[in-house]
């Protein structure tokens, strides 16, 4: 039996050149199930709309998965943070926000 562990990557591109992307971790928890986004990466051509499209559709992806996301990248917390509509897809907050 193997135990693989669950990831959706979300990549934006334009014009065949990725300029922003992220991958989600699953993972179960004593307390619930979420998904991990490490790491949001940005290319220098990107635009504030690439991040806003990927985040959303990250927040698409979490809420249609019933699970949250844990944000560990800080460009992700500060997304997170100037986006009151991100709360209710996002987990454990860093303890300076609680």
């Known amino acids: 039996m193997t135990n693989e562990a669950v990831k959706k990557e979300l990549r934006y591109e334009k014009a065949g050149e990725l300029t922003a992307k992220t991958t989600l971790a699953e ?20 635009s504030q709309a690439d991040l806003d499209q990927l985040m959303n559709d990250a927040k698409q992806f979490a809420a249609s998965s019933g699970h949250k996301i844990w944000v560990l990248d800080p460009k992700g917390i ?21």
């Open 27 to 46: 993972i179960k928890r004593e307390d619930e199930t979420v998904w991990v986004m490490g790491h949001v990466f940005l290319s220098p051509k990107a």
């Open 78 to 98: 500060s997304y997170f943070m100037q986006h009151p509509d991100f709360e209710q897809v996002w987990a454990d907050k860093p303890a300076i926000l609680r």
